[in-house]
């Protein structure tokens, strides 16, 4: 009877030793199914990013240079000033929308030059602008980032802003014959300082879609990118078929708050 209970105990034990090493053997991967690299030692596995919504502010600052393009004469350009602060609504799989308020200051210098009725006033007659432009920005764009490492990301933007004019002022100066005053004024062609929203001369609003890229490393970003103007800011042109689009591109920096 002692011995018919002493081989049931070592039976038991045998087989609660052998149970858990075939459980653990059934957890090995197979050899012809497993990753090429489950073996290796080196092997790091990826650690899954997980989504978390945020809204970082940011501080931005940088230059920003704009063009009023027509149809009949040169280009106009006007460089400046933009600062503001923005806002990132985090999204997943690395995108993001920004929006936010900046202020753009530029200045600009075109030269009119108009021929003369005499001979003599042939070399004389030039009209001076010197154009003082104050606008508030309200950007809308998607960014995507790519993560290069740790705190270093590269990233590439597109979407509409909305320009919303302020103040355009124009220092006017003249240097023209009495005879061509009195052309110009019978033109209706203004020759003296004149705020260029006021006297119905351009729409305020101003309506432009960009790209750009830039790179962010910890909380400082730099970016850059082009600005195409997509509606007409010519109020009152002195050719009615006459057009005109603003358009530029800025660099700047920000820093995240």
Not at 12 to 25: D, G
Not at 61 to 71: D, F, I, N, P
Request: glycine fraction near 6%.
């Amino acid at each position: 009877m002692k011995i018919r209970i002493l081989l049931i105990l070592i039976c038991a034990s045998a087989f609660s030793v052998i149970l858990p090493a075939q459980e653990q053997k059934n957890t090995l991967p197979d050899l012809y199914t497993a990753e090429q690299n489950f073996f290796d030692p080196t092997r790091k596995d990826e650690v899954k990013e997980e989504y978390k919504f945020s809204a970082p502010w940011r501080l931005e600052v940088g230059y920003a240079q704009l063009e009023h393009r027509t149809q009949d004469t040169t280009a106009v350009f006007m460089h400046g000033l933009r600062l503001g602060a923005t806002v990132d609504f985090m999204l997943p799989h690395r995108f993001s929308i920004q929006t936010g308020a900046l202020f753009t200051f530029t200045y600009g210098l075109n030269k009119q030059h108009w021929g003369g009725i005499l001979e003599e006033d042939a070399q004389v007659n030039l009209l001076k602008h010197n154009l003082l432009q104050l606008q508030l920005t309200i950007p809308v764009r998607a960014y995507y980032n790519i993560k290069v490492k740790k705190q270093f990301n590269i990233f590439f933007y597109a979407g509409p802003q909305l320009n919303i004019g302020l103040t355009h002022y124009d220092l006017l100066k003249t240097d023209v014959a009495p005879s061509v005053q009195d052309w110009l004024d019978q033109l209706g062609i203004a020759t003296t300082p004149s705020e260029r929203y006021l006297n119905d001369e351009l729409y305020r609003t101003n309506l432009q879609f960009g790209l750009g890229a830039g790179m962010e490393w910890d909380r400082y970003r730099f970016q850059a990118g082009y600005d195409f103007g997509l509606n007409n800011i010519y109020k009152t042109p002195l050719i009615s078929t006459d057009k005109m689009h603003e358009w530029g591109w800025m660099a700047t920096f920000s820093y995240q708050l």
